[in-house]
């Protein structure tokens, strides 16, 4: 996705959420530095082709294991990676903004598994600690405000959201989606806003690609694309 055609949406979420660009520019910048003179990955260097799976965080993961196993390739965000790595489910993609699980990270890109670490307004602190640590070349850097490359803008908005745009911009034929809980009870205020917004960039992105989303079932017409 042109980062002209991604604007529109993050304009949205910005004055939905309140957010200021500033961070996430600042965000964006901390990960050039962390990167220093390494090159980092690419997104035509990740292999995502085929039937890729798109693992969400969500409580339904566990139950829903057949999904990745089946699959070409897998991208999971965040948490869902320990998940998948507890039931012995390779992933060849971790998103990340580091809120939650730092170390499992480390682990992964030491493996010389491709991690997408995203900087934005509320984590520059962690980019600083965690990425000086990683080898560059296992690391994609990712941004939602404008691209400043290396760091690129697949487009996406939470770490979930944003591994199924990431595997869309590399390639995959299709994608199935597991570990989506958009009406999780268990989470707060704050987050059920993020996975509302969530939706509806699935939304989007299912239509452009000509697609149907499973977790989007029942919902669809209840979606709105407010920056369309």
């Avoid at 901390?30 to 980092?40: F, H, I, S």
């Avoid at 992933?91 to 491709?114: F, H, I, Q, S, W």
């Avoid at 962690?126 to 405000?145: I, K, S, Y």
Wanted: net charge negative.
């Amino acid at each position: 996705m042109r980062y002209e055609e991604w604007r529109p949406a993050y304009e949205a979420i910005l004055a939905a959420f309140g957010y200021g660009e500033a961070g996430d520019r600042r965000g964006r910048d901390a990960l050039l530095a962390a990167l220093g003179d390494g090159r980092p990955l690419a997104v035509e260097d990740l292999e995502l082709s085929g039937i890729v799976a798109v693992c969400g965080a969500g409580p339904s993961l566990a139950e829903e294991l057949s999904v990745p196993r089946r699959a070409d390739a897998v991208v999971a965000a965040s948490t869902a990676v320990d998940i998948l790595r507890e039931a012995g489910v390779a992933v060849d993609c971790m998103v990340t903004d580091l809120d939650k699980n730092p170390d499992t990270t480390r682990e992964l890109a030491a493996d010389g598994t491709p991690v997408a670490v995203h900087g934005h307004g509320d984590n520059v602190d962690a980019v600083r600690r965690v990425v000086t640590d990683l080898e560059p070349a296992t690391v994609l850097p990712t941004t939602q405000t404008e691209p400043r490359p290396p760091v690129v803008n697949p487009g996406g908005f939470t770490d979930g959201d944003r591994a199924a745009f990431l595997a869309d911009a590399c390639g995959a034929d299709r994608l199935v989606l597991a570990g989506w809980d958009l009406d999780d009870p268990s989470v707060g205020a704050e987050k059920a806003r993020k996975l509302r917004w969530a939706g509806r960039l699935l939304y989007w992105l299912e239509r452009r690609r000509g697609e149907r989303f499973d977790p989007l079932d029942g919902r669809r017409d209840g979606l709105e694309l407010p920056w369309r």
